[in-house]
């Protein structure tokens, strides 16, 4: 297959070296530590958003339907006399919608509707970051996420907003695969205050609770935005229309679609790689 006159995202050949045109200094995210974790968090305590005691407390089984990640609370501090390494705290929200089976006053028995609840889990990792110790200002972006100061952004003339220049911390996690649900007797703790308004720690229940296992992929990152310099072709220009699909056409847009072969012939153990070869 011969090369392009125009080099377009996508593999490259030997003959598209030579039309490399200039070396560009670029602004992006580089990645300087990074670790992959696969948690199996057992026995997480449910917190549900309505009062569901009774529900648990006359169930006969509990099956959780979904699980997903909602929100990822994250803070790192300096891990002492090891320069540029952070320990990076992370807390996963994940949301969970059970499903009761109990019997009814006439002793049928019903599933409840959906109870959406949230499990807490956290962990921490030790991450290398680099240092570095100055400040940054720059024009205000109004879609900024990075925590900021503002010196002088609103006397007109100019002013810069700060940012610290901590590593970024980054995390890909995948959603949560269920493995257990259940319910468990759990010991809590009651907090009150005596007449001294000193708070006191008191062991209640043990009370009926939901409790999941939950089985969590994710990579965690830290990282610095720095200048890079890399070879560039050309500005990438896109090389094709866009192809919009509308009410006068819609089976011009249909016979454009492959046929999906593998949605009617699944794919076998050697088809998806890592399968040992059969030896004859």
Known sequence: MGCKDQVVPGLICGEDICKLREAVCVHVEKVYDNCREKDCVEDAVVDFVDNVQDLINNAIKVKTKDAEVVAVLADLEDVPFKRGFFTVNVRYKIRVV????????TGNIVNSSPKVGYVW?????????SEGKVKIFRSVDAN???PLTCEGCNDGCGGLIEQDNL??????????????TRIK??????HHCDDDRSEINAMIGPQRRVVVTLGIFSIIKLVRLVQLLIPAFNFCYPNKECIASTDENPCDIFDSIEFPLDQFFPPQRFDLGGAEERKC
């Open 98 to 105: 059970c499903e009761f089976c109990y019997k009814d006053v």
């Open 144 to 146: 900024q996420s990075v």
């Open 121 to 129: 889990f956290s962990k921490t990792v030790i991450l290398f970051g």
């Open 185 to 190: 007797r759990v010991h809590e703790k009651h």
């Open 167 to 180: 590593p970024i911390i980054k995390v890909e996690v995948a959603e949560p695969l269920v493995l257990n």
